[in-house]
């Protein structure tokens, strides 16, 4: 049971142009969002979170929204960069104010072209 | 910023060994860690969660006798593949949670295991 799905296994963008990778979830139970960006042989690096209270949080070139109501955010980088190109995961947990297990997406490549 | 230190990096053990993996937090307490594996080109899939002090929490389906992990110190936590086949190479992947969620699950840099 995929809890945290990325639909789109891979995405190929110009340098420049912006990047959105989409995440959807089904346990409503889940109120706080993680993106991740992760190198071949690496551990996953954290770029940004969102908590269930809010429905937008920007950091620099980074933009994550969520739609609580269709269990759907995305991430959004502006503008795109060839270091951006990576693996990147979307994940899922409960804030509980005590550490909580992820639950990530199945992630989506990234790619950046000149 | 929040390190996690994993070692060793990569490993190569012959069928039936055993091998060990380490996973440090290096300048924060963490009192809980995770323990992921990743297949290729697939998600990261939690294990077991790692208390200190007290015994993993196992996922459904992760033989917690043969994946044994300790977390002895708040700074440290081991997982143990006993008796390696070749079906357990994959990529181990250690997370160190700290007490805000707003700082994130600081991740180590992962095992890539082969048993041959």
């Known amino acids: 049971d995929q809890q945290v799905k990325q639909n789109s296994p891979s995405l190929s963008v110009q340098e420049g142009r912006i990047s959105i990778l989409n995440c959807d979830y089904t346990?409503?139970?889940?109120?706080?969002f993680l993106w991740y960006k992760k190198y071949p042989a690496e551990g996953p690096t954290f770029l940004i979170s969102?908590?269930?209270?809010?429905d937008k949080n920007e950091d620099g070139r980074f933009t994550v929204f969520l739609n609580k109501s269709a269990k759907h955010l995305s991430l959004h980088i502006v503008p795109s960069q060839p270091g951006d190109s990576a693996v990147y995961f979307c994940a899922a947990t409960l804030n509980t104010g005590t550490a909580s297990k992820l639950t990530f997406g199945t992630g989506t490549r990234l790619q950046v072209t000149l | 910023g929040a390190v996690v230190s994993q070692h060793p990096s990569w490993v190569i053990c012959k069928s039936g060994t055993s091998v060990k993996i380490e996973c440090r937090s290096l300048?924060?307490?963490?009192?809980?860690m995770f323990w992921y594996r990743q297949f290729p080109k697939q998600s990261l899939m939690l294990m077991a969660t790692?208390?200190?002090?007290?015994?993993?929490?196992?996922e459904q389906g992760v033989e917690k006798d043969k994946f044994l992990i300790n977390h002895a110190s708040l700074t440290l936590s081991t997982l143990t593949v006993t008796s390696a086949h070749p079906e357990d190479s994959s990529f181990y992947i250690c997370?160190?949670?700290?007490?805000?969620?707003?700082?994130?699950?600081?991740f180590g840099s992962g095992t890539r295991l082969t048993v041959v």
């Open positions: 300048d924060f307490q963490a009192t809980t």
């Open positions: 969102i908590s269930s209270i809010k």
């Open positions: 790692s208390n200190e002090g007290s015994k993993a929490t196992y």
């Open positions: 346990n409503s139970m889940f109120d706080y």
């Open positions: 997370s160190a949670a700290q007490t805000s969620p707003n700082y994130g699950y600081t």
